[in-house]
Structure formats: structure tokens, C-alpha cells
DNA sequence: TTTCCTTTTTGACATATGTCAAAAAAGCCA
DNA sequence: TGGCTTTTTTGACATATGTCAAAAAGGAAA
């Protein structure tokens, strides 16, 4: 079975028709490192789900570039207000590593919607859970410091830390590659001395 | 016709059983100023849309309150990630002035979804609009300057610099109720002078 | 108006983070 | 391995914002 259609089965079961007509409107797509899936700009007329790889979205501002958001393996990535609104994106898109995804087109998905309400609940959980997990975010974004900022992404999505540059990581969390480099050597003598087992 | 119907109705057409179902299951409740339709710790088990009046949504940092998020009318209030997941929420939500909202239950809510495909459509959509009013704060919140985000603030939501005092305001914008007073001061003698004009 | 209370502003100083430049370390590959 | 590039760290200094305390301004009620 397709591994998007798996994990949305396992979210909320899927009839076969919905699991068929979804099977046969998802598009197997290869991007490779450093490759864009959207630009600054263009709409995004696509969802893509990631089944290995992985992404950010960033946009530019006083000349730097600001990524805001990574994306992994299960992940949904899209411009979202773009691809709902169909705006123009201020982001960027782009595979941090060679990539696999499965890809379907905004009409593609709204017809399913029409279709089939169970995929269409699969939409109304999935953005639930985006909102809810973005929320989060927030929180930490706005009202907590930098240092609690960068513990909590140690603590939580450690995977992150291992895959991508420190420069975006700074970025992500607000703060200048500078200040992040400081933080983690701040960090280096206490309990959390994961970061000096790199081989 | 209940306003809360009304506006679902015009973002997306309601049969009209699905409008009676609703009519009937929405109960109007009023809640007074300062009054708390939810605390820190509860879970929350209902939805509320307001028809008039405003609310807060706040947590505890560092023996601060930290103000997240107002709604004003038309807007939905709830703790998301607490109705959603049945999870103790952190926050608290209060009423900023005297209120009239339109509230229903999580089982009620989930009845109708399962009952008329429409209502979970609107349910759908009204879950990507707040996503995409979430990540533009986000996007605000971790990498625009204050000046910056209180000038956005004056621009797109002047209505909340009129109706909520500014040591929430401050804290919305995650900072501190004196730098605020700064940035305001600044502004004043350039063309945003609407603060001047007030009486 | 006068008093009282709340909200907002101002001042002095402390701290976190940014910026720019350079050094050090790590990764890559011929 | 040696040389080249990219990434990460370090240092010196500038700036934005926080904190605490007090003053000023604004509102409500007698």
C-alpha cells in the first residue's frame, strides 16, 4: 500500500474506493538536494507528503533568508496559505536532502473531498493536528528565551539537531548563528553532552 | 437566524437540516466581564462563538500572565489542543468585557460532523483559516522586530489597541508593558498619530 | 471638584542578543 | 595526505529589550 494512504487508514479507516481513488491520484515524485518544489512568488497548486527526505520553507528578509518551518519523514508540506487561498507564496520550498514524496494537485484533492467525507475528515484531522503542533510553536517562539527555545528542540526533536546545518537551525529558532553556537557551549559542560558524542 | 448559522452559511451552504440540527444545539450563553469560561488544568469540552464581547487566552510564566491570544466577535474561542486531544489545558480563557456567545459541546460537535458532511466541510474550512491566521502571527512573532509587530497591529487590528489595555497588548506581543510605552512614544510624532487622536 | 485607584509613561541600569570580523574545526575530494 | 571549501566557534562591541521604581495621566465615584 501506498505509505500516505497507510497512514491516513490508520488515522481514520478508508473505504476502498476512497483508498483506490487516492492510490491512483497520488503522483510518486524524486527531488533531489538543494532542489525547490515552490518559489517566493508562484502558487502552490500542490500537497506533497514525505516518505524520506526532508524539506524547509524559508523567505528572505533584510537580505537574509528566514526558515520557518522543517519538514520530515510523514510530513505534509505545502505553502499553505498559497496552495488554500491560491495567493502568491512568500516562501520558499526546498529539499534539504534528496527526497521522496507522493504529490497531488489542489483540484485532485478537493475532488476526493467531494467524493469520498472520509478523506475529507482526514483533511479536517490533519490540519487539526497542524494547527495544534503549530500552536505549540508559537508559544515557544514568542514568550520563551532562546536558550529554553533551542533545550526544548533538544528534548523533542532531536533529529532534527542531526540533520540540518546550525545555520538554519538558528534561523528557525530566531536567533543568530552566533548566539546558538554560544547556547550550545553554555550546554556542553551540564547533563546534556549529546552533542559532543558526534563521531 | 442564529449568527453563528448565518456566518457557517456563508462561507458554505447548509442544508437545512443541518442548519435546524445546529439552531437546536447551540445553547446562547452570557458571560460577564473578567469571567472565566475555562481555567488552567480543565479540560475543555465546548466551543464557543461570540456575538459579542471579548476573550483572552493566557498562561502562567515565570509568575507572569502571558497573554496568547484574543478573539472578538465572530470569532470561534476554545482551547484548541484541550477540546481536541482531552488534554488539561495550559491556559486560561477569560472574558476581556461582558459577553453573549453561542457554545456546543465536543459530542455535539462530533454528532453533526458524522450527521451532515457540509458541517464537518465547515468544520475543515474554518480550521485552515485559523491555521493560516496562526502561522502569519508566528512568522510575526519570531521574526519581525517589536516595533515591527506592533506596527502591523496598528495597521490590521487597530480595534484591539481600542478595547484592551496595553499591558496585555505588551504581552501579546511578548513584550514588556514599558517597551510598549517606548515604541509608542516614538511613533507618536511621525504620521501614525491616530493614538493622538483619541478622546 | 476632590479623592482614590488603575493604567500608562519615564528614568536608570542590567542583560540578552545581534553584528562584524577572524580563527578554528569539520567535511570533501583529487 | 594535503589543500580547498563550508560550517562552527570565538572575541569585541553595539543595540534592543527587560527590570525595578517612581512619576504622571486618566477614570470613576462621592
Known sequence: MNPLVKTLHDIHPLSSDARESLEKT???????????????????????????????????????????????????????????????????????????CWSISYNELYQLYDDFPEVERLGRITCEQYYIKLEDRYVNAQFQTATERYNKMLANTPHILQRIPLGHIASYLGISQETLSRIRAKGMNSKNSEQTHRS
Open 26 to 100: 497520488l503522483q510518486k515524485v524524486v527531488i533531489e538536494k538543494e532542489e525547490f518544489i515552490l518559489r517566493e512568488g508562484q502558487v502552490c497548486h500542490r500537497l506533497f507528503f514525505i516518505e524520506a527526505g526532508c524539506f524547509r520553507g524559508y523567505y528572505h528578509k533584510d537580505g537574509k533568508e528566514i526558515t520557518h518551518w522543517f519538514g520530515f519523514e510523514k510530513d505534509i508540506v505545502t505553502s499553505f496559505n498559497s496552495f488554500i487561498n491560491k495567493t502568491a507564496s512568500i516562501e520558499h520550498i526546498q529539499a534539504l536532502e534528496t527526497s521522496v
